[in-house]
């Protein structure tokens, strides 16, 4: 004999998808841009997050969760790392000389370099990785140390280190770069 569906049970799938919902709508700009920071390819990261969000519905350790953001952006981040390693695996000699053909700047890339926003960008993406994804939940997705720590699975003490060589090594990379820059436009003749 089959027995019908309990409406109680109903009503608390009804509950878990709607709280499903609002955390994919209300966190959903977060979560991509943790995926992008470490993936660094669009749909890569949309991958990531699609990903997460399946790793959530089909588990219940989002209903414990203390801090969302800090929660939510630790499964995307790890999961993107999951992505990246297997991608990194995948790699072929024929991939990597793609890989590298592809690291040169289009002639949109070169035309922007001369704005500060595009070399800072630029020299984000040289900085070793844990200082560069450190760096990136904290300035971009605005976490706090303490919940960087949680996402990166790291004592907050390491994630103030971490930030503290990151935004020295922009600094001092920075200004290298910009007074590298002037010299070049002074020796053309462009600093009379």
Not at 37 to 46: F, I, K, M, N, S
Not at 101 to 128: C, G, K, M, V
């Amino acid at each position: 004999m089959i027995k019908p569906p309990d409406p109680g049970q109903q009503s608390n799938r009804e509950d878990r998808d709607s709280a499903l919902a609002r955390i994919a709508a209300e966190h959903a700009r977060l979560l991509y841009r943790v995926a992008y920071g470490v993936l660094r390819h669009p749909q890569d990261a949309e991958d990531a997050v699609q990903d997460a969000l399946v790793k959530l519905v089909r588990s219940d350790r989002w209903q414990a969760m203390e801090n969302e953001r800090a929660f939510l952006a630790r499964t995307v981040w790890r999961t993107a790392l999951d992505r990246q390693s297997a991608r990194v695996v995948g790699l072929s000699d024929d991939a990597d000389a793609v890989r590298l053909a592809d690291a040169r700047p289009t002639p949109e890339h070169a035309a922007a370099q001369n704005d500060e926003r595009a070399l800072l960008s630029e020299l984000i993406d040289e900085l070793p990785e844990e200082l560069r994804q450190t760096l990136v939940l904290s300035a971009i997705e605005e976490l706090s140390s303490r919940e960087i720590g949680e996402v990166m699975g790291v004592p907050e003490g390491t994630v103030r280190t971490r930030l503290m060589r990151a935004r020295g090594q922009l600094k001092d990379k920075f200004t290298e770069r910009c007074v590298a820059g002037r010299e070049v436009t002074a020796s053309r003749g462009g600093g009379r």
